[in-house]
T-cell receptor
C-alpha cells in the first residue's frame, strides 16, 4: 500500500508570499493529484500529474517520478488561497486514491 | 467542466435508521465511482470502489453489509449507511472516473455531512 507524506502540515504566510507544499509517496504510481479542500468540505481537483510540470494561473505543480516526490507552488499568494491542500495518488496496486493528510494553509492579509 | 453532484449535502438521522447518499455524474459516464470518508481532522480514506453493474469492492475494515453500495447506471452510485450509529457521523464524499478520459481524470462530489444522533 502506498504511503503518502505531505509537508508542512500547517503553513501560515503573508499575502504575496511564494508557497511550496511537498508530497512524497512510497510506491510507484500512475498519477498524482493535488486537491483543494475548503472549510465546508468540498473538494476541487487542481492538478493531475504523471510526469513533468503543470501550471494553472498562479498554481504550479511538479513531479519527479524517480524521486517519488511532487511539489505544489502558489505564486503571489492571496487570502482566498487559504484552504487544505491534499496530495493523492493512484496506482501502485490501488484503484482508488490514497491521500496525504493535507496541508492547512492560511494566507494572512 | 464535468460535474459530480452529491446529495444530500447535510443529513441528520436517528441512531438505528438508514441513510442514502447519491452520487451522480451530470455530463459524463462513470463506470467507476469511489466512496470516501473523512473523520474530523483526519485524511480522506477510501471506503469502496463502485463499479457499474457489479458488486462494489470494499477496503479492509469497511463492512459491506453496513455500507451498501449500488451502482445501477453509468451516472449514479448510491451509498446507504444502514442502522446508523453516532460513530458513523462523518463527511462522506464520492468521486467519479470519466470513462471518456485517458484513464485517471477524476471528479469529486461536494460531499455529504452525516450526523447520527
Amino acid at each position: 500500500k502506498n504511503e503518502v507524506e505531505q509537508s508542512p502540515q500547517n503553513l501560515t504566510a503573508q499575502e504575496g508570499e511564494f508557497i511550496t507544499i511537498n508530497c512524497s509517496y512510497s510506491v510507484g504510481i500512475s498519477a498524482l493529484h493535488w486537491l483543494q479542500q475548503h472549510p465546508g468540505g468540498g473538494i476541487v481537483s487542481l492538478f493531475m500529474l504523471s510526469s513533468g510540470k503543470k501550471k494553472h494561473g498562479r498554481l504550479i505543480a511538479t513531479i519527479n517520478i524517480q524521486e517519488k516526490h511532487s511539489s505544489l507552488h502558489i505564486t503571489a499568494s492571496h487570502p482566498r488561497d487559504s484552504a487544505v491542500y491534499i496530495c493523492a495518488v493512484t496506482g501502485g496496486g490501488a484503484d482508488g486514491l490514497t491521500f496525504g493528510k493535507g496541508t492547512h494553509l492560511i494566507i494572512q492579509p | 467542466g464535468a460535474v459530480v453532484s452529491q446529495h444530500p449535502s447535510w443529513v441528520i438521522c436517528k441512531s438505528g435508521t438508514s441513510v442514502k447518499i447519491e452520487c451522480r455524474s451530470l455530463d459524463f459516464q462513470a463506470t467507476t465511482m469511489f466512496w470516501y470518508r473523512q473523520f474530523p481532522k483526519q485524511s480522506l480514506m477510501l471506503m469502496a470502489t463502485s463499479n457499474e453493474g457489479s458488486k462494489a469492492t470494499y477496503e479492509q475494515g469497511v463492512e459491506k453489509d453496513k455500507f451498501l453500495i449500488n451502482h445501477a447506471s453509468l451516472t449514479l452510485s448510491t451509498l446507504t449507511v444502514t442502522s446508523a450509529h453516532p460513530e458513523d457521523s462523518s463527511f462522506y464524499i464520492c468521486s467519479a472516473r470519466d470513462d471518456a478520459s485517458s484513464g485517471n481524470t477524476i471528479y469529486f462530489g461536494e460531499g455529504s455531512w452525516l450526523t447520527v444522533v
